[in-house]
């Protein structure tokens, strides 16, 4: 050994050795570092993959400085080679070592050499060569180190070439005719690997060889109960082929001439991902799905997943098919079916599987080539991966007809046709996963330093593998980028997807092909989706149901939940749909077709709803639902109508924005959504024009007093009077500003605006608007003390508002009522109203105007002596008022509260209440004393 080499050891115990002497190494996380790296010779291991290894369960948060420490240690203790051995890269470390350093890779290329020479037939250099890679192994790998999990499945694979090793060795002996020696250890390894059917074999070789065919038989017998037993299946082909000619006497002595040759089993897995990522659920499920079954289950297990482009179904598929390699010891077979951009067809599949399986002469028929490959696997234990399938009917002719096998399929399309399919859907990657998928390729330390853009990068990914790994290989290829640098980049749907590609990996290539064999109609709607927004719709709404099937089962959209019909409601997955908004046409038609439906919709389910006068056309349409059915559909839809009034918008669709926005307005102001309020008004406000943008203003003044802000309402309210052209609009107008004065504690104001709004409203003839009209007189008389006309309004409110069906109004009006009765001594007549408004309040979901009733409840229970009932009611107000935002509302019954506690005698309680009025009173600039 030169003085630089150093000798590393990780077929056993850890070691370094240097001119024959181990050099000290240190601690346990020193040793944790250099075998992780050793396992990796000479390429590069990212940091996540070091510090997960270091600190599987939870990584402390100095993991990364305390990883550079333990190199330095590391660096320090190898120097006795003379040179460095650990290289720092930007992404992480390497360790140097040359082929003859490492006893992993003079392993490996011994046992490459055995190979040859064995297939040359020369068995003596076979032996020789396998002798020297068995005398590496000093134990199980790495067996002094505690498991960590990012080892577990290079161990696993180590373990199990150096157990094929021993296995080829054994049967080199056997071949040779030296059965003697190898029955011992073949009988030792079989007690630790009881299924496994090569040390089977040879042990059975060895002993005929020996004449002790007897004990052969028995040999074959106790493997065959064994499987039986634990697993449910009969011996492998080759196994029943020995016994069989045991019984026969037809097994030659093993003599070197006319020794069998061991024969590989096929093994086409493509290479499993060394920084896989999350998915632990499906990986189970599918670990246990694929194995060999009882023969008398008839069927192979298939199981089928099913995902979009570039959500890692094949990725996943190769975790678990590595996984379960060793349950199929005849072989694992791999097929690329190219369902997604051109579907190779059946007989060439068929072809190539027969010669993987080493049929030559392969028949021109396809009955005759799937009969010959199914003839093949049969009593086989074979894993067939059939990736990236078109379709059932593609797959159906490739399944084996025995139990022995298993089958992994990956398609884009759910294949529910096939029969006893298990399907796993492969889901995106969850944020969790994600970042930690982005942490192992761009380093910990730039995510840490830039959480909210790496959750910026992952939601523009959609969650998928692909495009988040194509993320990082960006990133890392830039290490002077920001990652908010990369966030802006993918900010666009229309461009993202052309961000999110490196080298030969491209996020948009899948989608493309996917979009690529779409049916005329499927692909027009799939480009007219992009226009619509992310929130999700139903079917009805692209007006073509068949086309929405069509792109659900080419995995370019998903089921996203049940509509309110009960049928289902779609969305575009993230990055499909910056596909659909790339292809989007410039189709003004098309837009005002949707902004029409779902105008209509929104007109029908509204008029279902309590009148609201300040909604024009809600009274126009004739309701076709129940309340409870209207406001389900509204409630799954909202987002999609949102995103439809700034989609008119954009459009240029002025008259339907607002229009649109106008039509929500009862939905909005019953259910209290005032940011979509706000958000609808302002976005038609910036297109709209004449009476319909006075309508809005006059909407956004009301959503302005419902969150106390006066001034504010006070200049909507303002212009909206300004902007009708006609009385009644301006009327409408008026009833704000009257509302507005009233709050503002001036009810002379307040009469005034009302009765100008009703003259105009009787002009109109308009039952419901006066039935508001004369309420709102009727408060304002209340507020003056003028009870006997604030009761002469409120009776005339109430007839007209039951005259005219409005049982909304009707309920406000009773609520009045209930406060004028307990004003003027009449307590019953006051409470039987307000439990009549109450129950109407509560039918119809109006929690404001439950709020209203159960604070003139609470006031009316107190002044009659009955303080709990009075303090029940007033809490149960002061929590409706908080969850509305009503600060106005909160004040007053607040107020009223703590006035019940002090008379209640608990003193504590009631100033904290009176002093939390007093705020509010201070924060609304109003008067406590109301």
Not at 580 to 589: E, F, N, S, Y
Not at 594 to 618: E, K
Request: aromatic share 4%; proline share 6%.
């Amino acid at each position: 050994m030169a003085q630089d080499e150093l000798d590393f050891r990780v077929l056993g115990p850890l070691e370094v050795r240097a001119q024959h002497l181990a050099l000290p190494i240190g601690g346990l996380k020193p040793r944790q570092l250099l075998a992780t790296l050793l396992l990796n010779p000479n390429r590069l291991v990212p940091a996540e993959t070091l510090v997960d290894a270091l600190w599987p369960q939870s990584p402390p948060r100095s993991a990364v400085p305390n990883l550079r420490t333990y190199v330095s240690t590391l660096r320090s203790s190898l120097r006795a080679g003379g040179e460095e051995r650990i290289l720092a890269q930007p992404r992480g470390y390497a360790i140097v070592v040359r082929p003859d350093e490492l006893d992993l890779l003079v392993f490996e290329e011994l046992t490459g050499r055995a190979r040859q020479c064995r297939a040359d037939g020369r068995l003596e250099l076979t032996l020789e060569l396998l002798c020297r890679a068995d005398g590496l192994v000093r134990g199980a790998p790495l067996e002094d180190l505690p498991p960590t999990p990012g080892w577990a499945a290079l161990l696993r694979r180590l373990e199990e070439r150096v157990l094929q090793a021993t296995e080829e060795r054994l049967a080199v002996l056997v071949a040779l005719g030296r059965c003697e020696p190898a029955i011992a250890e073949l009988r030792e390894l079989l007690a630790r690997h009881p299924f496994r059917e090569g040390l089977c074999q040879q042990l059975m070789l060895a002993l005929a060889g020996t004449g002790r065919d007897a004990e052969a038989l028995q040999t074959f017998a106790d493997l065959r109960r064994g499987l039986l037993e634990e697993l449910g299946v009969e011996p492998g082909q080759e196994s029943r082929r020995i016994h069989a000619a045991l019984l026969s006497g037809e097994l030659p002595a093993a003599e070197p001439a006319a020794a069998p040759v061991i024969r590989s089993a096929v093994s086409q897995l493509p290479p499993a991902e060394g920084d896989f990522t999350g998915r632990q659920p499906a990986l189970d499920q599918l670990t246990a799905l694929l194995q060999p079954v009882s023969p008398q289950l008839g069927a192979a297990r298939i199981a089928v997943l099913t995902g979009p482009a570039g959500c890692g179904k094949s990725a996943l598929a190769a975790q678990a098919a590595h996984a379960v390699r060793t349950r199929f010891p005849d072989g694992q077979l791999y097929l690329d079916l190219g369902g997604s951009h051109r579907p190779a067809p059946t007989g060439r599949l068929l072809a190539e599987l027969s010669r993987s399986l080493g049929i030559t002469d392969i028949p021109a028929g396809l009955a005759e080539r799937a009969a010959r490959y199914r003839s093949a696997l049969a009593d086989r234990r074979v894993l067939v991966w059939l990736d990236d399938a078109a379709s059932a009917a593609q797959v159906r002719s490739l399944l084996p007809a025995t139990s022995g096998c298993a089958v992994l399929v990956t398609s884009r399309r759910r294949l529910t046709e096939l029969p006893g399919a298990h399907e796993i859907p492969v889901e995106a990657l969850t944020p969790a996963e994600g970042d930690r998928l982005l942490a192992r390729i761009v380093g910990s330390a730039r995510i840490a330093a830039e959480p909210e853009a790496a959750a910026t990068i992952l939601r523009a990914c959609g969650g998928l593998p692909l495009a988040v790994r194509i993320a990082g290989a960006r990133l890392a290829a830039r290490p002077g980028w920001r990652l908010s640098t990369l966030a802006a980049r993918l900010a666009d749907p229309a461009s993202r997807l052309a961000e999110l590609r490196c080298g030969d990996l491209d996020a948009g290539a899948g989608i493309a092909a996917s979009q690529a064999r779409l049916s005329p109609d499927a692909a027009t709607t799939f480009a007219r989706w992009g226009l619509l927004g992310p929130a999700p719709v139903d079917a009805d709404s692209l007006g073509d149901p068949a086309a929405v099937e069509e792109l659900v089962d080419a995995g370019l959209a998903e089921v996203a939940g049940a509509a309110a019909t009960g049928g289902p409601r779609y969305r575009l997955p993230e990055l499909p749909r910056c596909a659909a908004i790339a292809a989007a046409p410039t189709d003004p038609g098309w837009v005002r077709q949707v902004l029409d439906r779902w105008l209509h919709r929104a007109r029908a389910a509204t008029a279902a709803l309590p009148v609201n006068i300040f909604a024009p056309g809600q009274r126009d349409t004739a309701a076709t639902d129940s309340l409870p059915r209207a406001l389900a559909w509204l409630d799954g839809e909202r987002p999609a109508l949102v995103e439809a009034v700034d989609l008119a918008a954009r459009h240029g669709e002025a008259d339907l924005a607002a229009d649109l926005a106008l039509a929500l307005v009862p939905y909005f102001d019953l259910g209290s959504h005032h940011e979509d309020w706000e958000r609808t008004h302002e976005t038609a406000v910036a297109v709209a024009q004449g009476d319909r943008l006075a309508a809005l203003l006059r909407g956004l003044g009301q959503l302005h007093l419902y969150r106390d802000e006066y001034g504010r309402a006070r200049q909507r309210f303002t212009a909206a009077h300004e902007l009708f052209a006609e009385d009644y609009g301006r009327a409408l107008a008026r009833c704000g500003l009257g509302a507005l004065a009233r709050v503002l504690g001036s009810p002379a104001e307040a009469l005034e605006h009302h009765q100008a709004a009703l003259t105009a409203f009787r002009a109109a003839r308009d039952g419901c608007a006066e039935a508001y009209a004369r309420n709102a007189i009727g408060s304002a008389r209340l507020a003056q003390h003028r009870n006997d006309e604030a009761l002469l309004a409120f009776t005339d409110a109430l007839r007209l508002s039951r005259l005219a069906g409005d049982e909304h109004r009707a309920a406000h009006v009773l609520h009045q009522l209930g406060v004028l009765h307990q004003r003027q001594g009449r307590p019953d007549r006051g409470l039987s109203c307000l439990d009549e408004a109450l129950s109407i309040f509560e039918r119809i979901r109006d929690a404001h105007g439950e709020a209203y009733v159960l604070r003139a409840m609470g006031e009316l229970h107190s002044a009659d002596g009955r303080r709990a009932c009075g303090r029940s009611s007033l809490e149960r107000a002061v929590l409706l008022y908080q969850r509305l935002g009503d600060r106005h509302g909160e004040a007053g019954a607040t107020q009223l509260l703590g006035e019940v506690l002090r008379g209640e005698r608990r003193e504590a309680l009631a100033e904290e209440h009176l002093r939390r009025a007093v705020r509010l009173w201070r924060d609304l600039r109003l008067p406590v004393s109301r």
